[in-house]
């Protein structure tokens, strides 16, 4: 199949470059010249593991190609995947549709054939049936059919969650657009049995939207219930193990920490309130859920000042891993950022270290002081606090680390060190719902 990807964010760049690795032929657009000129060297846009390989191998062979000309790279193909971003607008949390409806217009307006146009974006329902009516005004003649497709794969996972996810979902009204999906993801389905759901459009749009909420309920309950086990003295680990190996519960997302972030949740879980709000249907454990991941980031700062005695004025403190999860760069909605926020209105000088988020995180806490490493973070620092947990950071020389701040204090926001094991290090240390330590 011939496939266009309008789009090479995270999204548009690892589908393109996923769907080449299964054989099909794939342009990649963007109109951020500044990425094609990158990808054009080779040079990736943005951090993902695997990526530079699988997209070297496949320009290698002929199968992936980049362009900003959209009009040139549409030319020939079966389908265009719509993968542009769609930002909360500002007031009211409604999606940002701009991007979508200007993206499927030029995409329709420059097709010389019949193909279809696949919304792999993240949009409200209903949005298809506005695409349809773009396209029936700008070219009512060619053919075009229109198709949800929503993308369930996580940043930092996924190349392996696009070639191998548990679930692929198409929502598609017409025999012909079900037949051009069924044959894009033919390899896939062979190869790992993985399911292809086929649904109506809107039933499509809604489930994206229903997933990534149910996964924002069940961090935020495992992080009120860990509030809890701090108050009452268990363990929200255990408690976590404990409920998750219950199969209708699962163990996955239950691990308590700075609150959900990123590119997706914070977004989503908004645009679906404004979609319930405007359908009078409104979806009230969402509602709390967004108001307590909204309390609980900021929260974290007061936790740490709390651990540091209570005034941090003139303080430092140095923070490992700023972006929302390991293994991106991506700082949209960070829990961090609330976190800095918090702790230099209390007057501290923070001073921090990430892997690769530094880029982004810079223009985004323009008082932080950025760090080559952990330790020089920890350089006379009066506490040591963890935010993203890392795989770097898993395994501290905490003795080293001990000598190297100003106080052995560490606030693990994530729970990767045993209190036990922080304590024969020299330090003392508050974990995210754990029993008080004497
Ligand atoms: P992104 O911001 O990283 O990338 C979007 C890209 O689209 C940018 O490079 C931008 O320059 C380009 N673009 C915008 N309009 C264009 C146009 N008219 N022509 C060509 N290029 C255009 O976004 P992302 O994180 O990849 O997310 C894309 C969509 O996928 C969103 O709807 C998001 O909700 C959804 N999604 C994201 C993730 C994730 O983990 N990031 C996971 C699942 C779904």
Redesign the pocket.
Known sequence: MRITM????????VSGACFADFGHTVVC????SG?IDRLHQNIM??YEPGLDALVASNVKAGRLSFTTD?AEGVKDADAVFI????PSRRGDGH?DLS?VF??AE?VARALTKPAVIVT????PVGTGDEVERIIAEVAPDKGIKVVSN??????GA?IEDFKRPDRVVVGAEDEQAVQVMSEIYRPLSLNQAAPVLFVGRRTSELI?YAANAFLAVKITFINEISDLCEQVGADVQQVARGIGMDKRIGSKFLHAGPGYG???FP??TLALLKTAADNDTPVRIVEATVQVNEARKRAMGRKIIKAMGGDVRGKKVALLGLTFKPNTD?MRDAPSISIVQALEDAGAKVHAYDPEGEEQARPLMPNVEFCTGPYQAAENADALVIVTEWDEFRALDLKRMARTLNQPLLVDLRNIYPAQFAQDAGFTIVSVGKPAID
Not at 6 to 13: K, N, Q, R
Not at 29 to 32: G, I
Not at 120 to 123: F, G, R
Not at 150 to 155: I, V
């Open positions: 309008i789009g090479t964010g995270y999204v548009g760049l657009v963007d109109k951020d990425k846009p943005i959209l993968a542009v971003g769609t999606a991007y200007a993206a030029e792999k974006s993240t949009v929503p993308e369930f794969l996580r940043e996924a994206k990123g590119s997706c977004k989503d991506d």
